[in-house]
């Protein structure tokens, strides 16, 4: 019979497909045996009453990343990983960004050397394109996806980040060509520099106006702009951080239509809304990223979303940046609107709020929560079956969660730098106890294990299909084409 390192018994499976009774055998860093009873190994993990499910990934999340005002992140590698790893996931995909003027290639390198002596979980790079020239497309791009970065970012918005829609439909079709995925921050950069100036104007600097600026249909004209373009070509495009009711309207609609066009959401447009933002003084900037929290009207649509497969992914896009002069406040008390760093962070408690007020309230499954957070990361950014599944010859990537366990949160408890969280004080159900990270035992019991350095770099494979679910559509047609 196979030795195995490390046991984990008595525990409920969890995968996207599928819950059932059952233990796990991890030898050499991967799962190799899953049945009903297995005997205990000489490291065994006793899970009765626990879920014990696949690592989360999150793909979308900023770390010791410069932002286009040269702001940097609050975290580092190491901070953003044991704050990751808390929140019960093993792998993390942040974003080599590129500045205008700045070589691909080198960003790469400099962002890989980062990473390599911090990292306590795995993790991989996406790219992010704001200068698409010759040689960064020829040359760097193509290069850095046969490296295993097969997936970039390119920002609609941001005067230092945007790209025009000719440079959307080159990045397009680039990617196509060589193999990898082009994820959109869809807004409209001229509505919201036109409301902006005009809200300035009239002296209208407090927080809450940086959600009037990025009005909805700012959103929603990107996002159809976006998914023109990508049916335009017939390439495939992921819709990111998705938080209005319009957008996400436009998007199943597209995806109704046949269009390859996925997306993605996050805790801020289910659990804020831009009440949060109108705080006195400047405290509303803690809330402040883009596109920005809405209206109940959104949130609703949001987890409608999630349930009837417009969204595949829930990430944080965790962008930590501290309530002072080193993040949301460079200019202290004078700060205006558009000089806040744009962010929230949420690495931590992405999965957690989703499992306590998804699972634990009955809006969605176990296994679609596995899917929306782990799985669908996998597939949809080409490290599965490696990663994002439990299965025999997979990694050990494992949360193992008590569902049970009631959580005030408080920031002092949580393990990132940004110095507060905008959920503080909710109390949640549901919280990630044991993490383990091909095989390693990451932390258990509120402990870290793992040492600065210990996660490696994955290069990921091509982009995968996921399964889209057609809309029903309200009057039958769909049902009738099908059955003649
Ligand atoms: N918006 C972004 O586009 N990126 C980081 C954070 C944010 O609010
Ligand atoms: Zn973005
Ligand atoms: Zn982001």
Redesign the pocket.
Known sequence: MQEHDLTIRNGTIVTAAEAFRGDLGIAGGRVVAMAARLQASARDIDATGRLVMPGGIDSHC?VEQL?STGVMCADDFYSATVSAAFGGNTTIIPFACQHRGNSLLEVVKDYSERARTKAVIDYSFHLIVSDPTVEAMNEHLPQLIRRGMTSFKV?M??DRLKLDDYQLLEVLSLANREGALVMV?AENNDMIRWIAKRLLDQGHKAPRFHVVSHDPVAEAEAAHRAIAISRLLEVPILIV?VSGIEAARIIRAAQTLGAQVYAETCPQYLFLTAADVDLPGLEGAMF????PPRDYASQEAIWAGLTNGTFQLFSS?H?PYRFDESGKLPRGSDTTFKEMA???PGIELRMPLLFSEGVGKGRIGLSEFVALTSTNHARMYGLYPRKGTLAIGSDADIAIWNPDAKVEITWSKLHDNVGYTPYEGRTITGWPETVINRGRIVLSSGTLHAAHGSGEFIPRGAPGPIEQRPAPTPDGRLFKSLIG
């Open positions: 900023h932002s920002y918005t941001y921050h951080h402040c990223c883009s596109p896009d962008a744009n962010g929230v």
